[in-house]
């Protein structure tokens, strides 16, 4: 596991960071990111389905349909979401500002922000910043980045693989944000991955999008899911070809793409607000995949369930009821087995014969759990990352805004 500014992490040719304070919330926090592509780089997306998606979003999205980037411009601290055809303005303001400064067209900036929704963006702020972070771009920059597009986030998430594709290296390393306000609805964050593979865009949107699926879209904190939500992708071209989809060298670098994914999913859920668990909900023997997911996520959106976590109290009938109330038709609770890590605790029914308050309480003790849930019902299954709910998601969420 690589994560956080101390990581042993790896830069990717032809991908250039620099980050300077903007001043958008906090005073001399670096707080702007600046993210540069080589000439003849691929890029692609995947967005937040909230339909008050914030103007950022809207306006990569717009630009994505036109041309191939040549810059991503990150601000942290403001979210410049439900402000109107003000923000809308603001964020391709700041476009024009970058292109206008990196010599590109307006349309090859991609913009993304994070924070509080609501305000006007300081675009006079961030147009005066953009020449320090251009001036700070650098392959080295990836530590700086991590920390700059943090929110309530205590530590920055950076995680880097090296995989060999028909014998030559190639680099993939990546960054996310995001403690609360997550539910997956398409990535619940902001997430920059980078590599120096050479990749068609439309293979790249397919790397991704397969990636995105069992990692950032199988992971929930609160329930809640954003209005900024990005997940990006960039290809350099420096490096080896990955052209067709039915190919080793693309089984190989998709894996990797996966596990940088899935390693900085993790990261968000293990860093969740007031978090002091780590919680892996598996459904099995499920119907079809809809089904596994709805009872997955009943149990890890549950209050009751989340609040019993943080107390380490094995109060196993709320996960039993959790279990009942997500919506499965016609369910045959005789056929059901609930399990704390290796400790049966609902079988036939009811409580497993064999279940003692001891051992569930030896479970519920440690900092990872898993939670398993059999249906008896079919052959799906999936598995949901969360956390328990705290105090301190309460104090952090009350005082956000001051």
């Given at each position: 596991?690589m994560?956080?500014?101390?990581?042993?992490?790896?830069?990717?040719?032809?991908v250039?960071?620099?980050?300077?304070?903007?001043?958008?919330?906090?005073?001399?926090?670096?707080?702007?990111?600046?993210?540069?592509?080589?000439?003849?780089?691929?890029?692609?997306?995947?967005?937040?389905?909230?339909?008050?998606?914030?103007?950022?979003?809207?306006?990569?999205?717009?630009?994505?349909?036109?041309?191939?980037?040549?810059?991503?411009?990150?601000?942290?601290?403001?979210?410049?979401?439900?402000?109107?055809?003000?923000?809308?303005e603001?964020?391709?303001?700041?476009?024009?500002g970058?292109?206008?400064?990196?010599?590109?067209?307006?349309?090859?900036?991609?913009?993304?922000?994070?924070?509080?929704?609501?305000?006007?963006?300081?675009?006079?702020?961030?147009?005066?910043?953009?020449?320090?972070?251009?001036?700070?771009?650098?392959?080295?920059?990836?530590?700086?980045?991590?920390?700059?597009?943090?929110?309530?986030?205590?530590?920055?998430?950076?995680?880097?693989r090296?995989?060999?594709?028909?014998?030559r290296?190639?680099?993939?390393?990546?960054?996310?944000?995001?403690a609360?306000?997550?539910?997956p609805?398409?990535?619940t964050?902001?997430?920059?991955?980078?590599?120096?593979?050479a990749?068609?865009?439309?293979?790249?949107q397919?790397?991704?999008?397969?990636?995105?699926a069992?990692s950032?879209?199988?992971i929930?904190?609160?329930?809640?899911?954003?209005t900024?939500?990005?997940c990006?992708?960039?290809?350099?071209?420096?490096?080896p070809?990955?052209?067709?989809?039915?190919?080793?060298?693309?089984?190989?670098?998709?894996a990797?793409?996966?596990?940088?994914?899935?390693?900085?999913?993790?990261?968000?859920?293990?860093?969740?607000?007031?978090?002091?668990?780590?919680v892996?909900?598996?459904?099995?023997?499920?119907?079809?995949?809809?089904?596994?997911?709805?009872?997955?996520?009943?149990?890890?959106?549950?209050?009751?369930?989340?609040?019993?976590?943080?107390?380490?109290?094995?109060?196993?009938?709320?996960?039993?009821?959790?279990v009942?109330?997500?919506?499965?038709?016609?369910?045959?609770i005789?056929?059901?087995?609930?399990?704390?890590g290796?400790?049966?605790i609902?079988?036939?029914?009811?409580?497993a014969?064999e279940?003692?308050?001891?051992?569930?309480?030896?479970?519920?003790?440690?900092?990872?759990?898993?939670?398993?849930?059999?249906?008896?019902?079919?052959?799906a299954e999936?598995?949901?990352?969360?956390?328990?709910?705290?105090?301190?998601?309460?104090?952090?969420?009350a005082?956000?805004?001051t």
């Amino acid at each position: 596991m690589m994560t956080g500014a101390e990581a042993i992490w790896y830069p990717v040719p032809g991908v250039r960071l620099g980050t300077a304070a903007a001043g958008i919330k906090y005073r001399g926090r670096q707080d702007m990111l600046v993210l540069e592509l080589a000439e003849g780089g691929t890029c692609a997306a995947v967005f937040t389905r909230n339909a008050f998606c914030a103007a950022p979003v809207r306006v990569a999205r717009e630009h994505l349909q036109e041309t191939a980037p040549r810059y991503l411009l990150v601000n942290s601290g403001n979210a410049n979401a439900g402000t109107g055809p003000q923000g809308i303005e603001d964020a391709q303001a700041c476009c024009r500002g970058l292109a206008g400064l990196g010599g590109c067209a307006p349309e090859q900036v991609l913009p993304f922000s994070t924070g509080v929704i609501g305000t006007n963006l300081p675009v006079a702020r961030m147009l005066q910043a953009m020449p320090r972070a251009l001036e700070a771009l650098s392959e080295q920059g990836w530590p700086q980045a991590a920390e700059a597009i943090m929110t309530t986030d205590t530590r920055p998430k950076l995680v880097s693989r090296r995989v060999l594709l028909a014998g030559r290296p190639v680099t993939i390393t990546g960054i996310a944000k995001g403690a609360g306000m997550i539910r997956p609805d398409m990535a619940t964050m902001l997430a920059y991955i980078a590599t120096d593979a050479a990749v068609p865009q439309q293979l790249l949107q397919l790397c991704l999008e397969q990636a995105v699926a069992p990692s950032f879209n199988a992971i929930t904190v609160d329930g809640d899911t954003s209005t900024n939500d990005s997940c990006v992708l960039v290809a350099s071209g420096l490096g080896p070809i990955v052209a067709e989809e039915d190919s080793e060298t693309y089984r190989v670098f998709s894996a990797g793409v996966q596990e940088v994914c899935l390693d900085l999913a993790r990261e968000l859920v293990r860093d969740a607000e007031g978090a002091t668990k780590l919680v892996e909900i598996a459904v099995e023997s499920a119907r079809d995949q809809a089904e596994a997911s709805s009872v997955a996520y009943t149990i890890a959106q549950s209050p009751l369930v989340k609040t019993a976590l943080f107390a380490s109290d094995p109060n196993w009938g709320r996960i039993l009821a959790a279990v009942g109330r997500a919506g499965v038709a016609k369910l045959d609770i005789d056929r059901v087995e609930i399990w704390l890590g290796d400790v049966c605790i609902v079988r036939d029914g009811g409580r497993a014969v064999e279940y003692t308050e001891a051992a569930g309480q030896a479970v519920m003790n440690c900092p990872e759990i898993r939670i398993l849930v059999r249906l008896g019902r079919g052959d799906a299954e999936t598995r949901v990352l969360t956390c328990d709910l705290s105090y301190d998601y309460v104090r952090i969420n009350a005082e956000y805004r001051t």
